[in-house]
Nanobody, 126 residues
Framework: QVQLVESGGGLVQAGGSLRLSCAASGRTFSSSYMGWFRQAPGKEREFVAIISWTGTRTYYLDSVKGRFTVSRNNAKNTVYLLMNSLKPEDTAVYYC???????????????????WGQGTQVTVSS
């Protein structure tokens, strides 16, 4: 059974940092994009950042570029999201996701991902 388990969320003041981790078990996500989405109260789940299997391709939501960094350790089957200069508008539940099949713009869409973690809350106070 495939599982994605996130950790590292919490409460932080604006300008602070957090690092999220997502450990995958049950299989190795080779040739897959993995990444992060988030969902704020009353809003749809949105793409935040994704990374290719080799780590050579990364993509970010415009509002997090320069502040967030996505990375992965394939030996540990783990993907990370380092979030710096956090803002109150970054407050959301953050979900890890993995896809075997997405390509192009489909990798920015929740429907391109078959595997999801349970989510971890990130709250940024002003």
């Amino acid at each position: 059974q495939v599982q994605l388990v996130e950790s590292g969320g919490g409460l932080v003041q604006a300008g602070g940092s957090l690092r999220l981790s997502c450990a995958a078990s049950g299989r190795t996500f080779s040739s897959s994009y993995m990444g992060w989405f988030r969902q704020a109260p009353g809003k749809e789940r949105e793409f935040v950042a994704i990374i290719s299997w080799t780590g050579t391709r990364t993509y970010y939501l415009d509002s997090v570029k320069g502040r967030f960094t996505v990375s992965r350790n394939n030996a540990k089957n783990t993907v990370y999201l380092l979030m710096n200069s956090l803002k109150p508008e970054d407050t959301a539940v953050y979900y890890c996701a993995a896809s075997d099949t997405c390509s192009g713009y489909g990798c920015y869409d929740v429907h391109g991902y078959s595997y999801w973690g349970q989510g971890t809350q990130v709250t940024v106070s002003s």
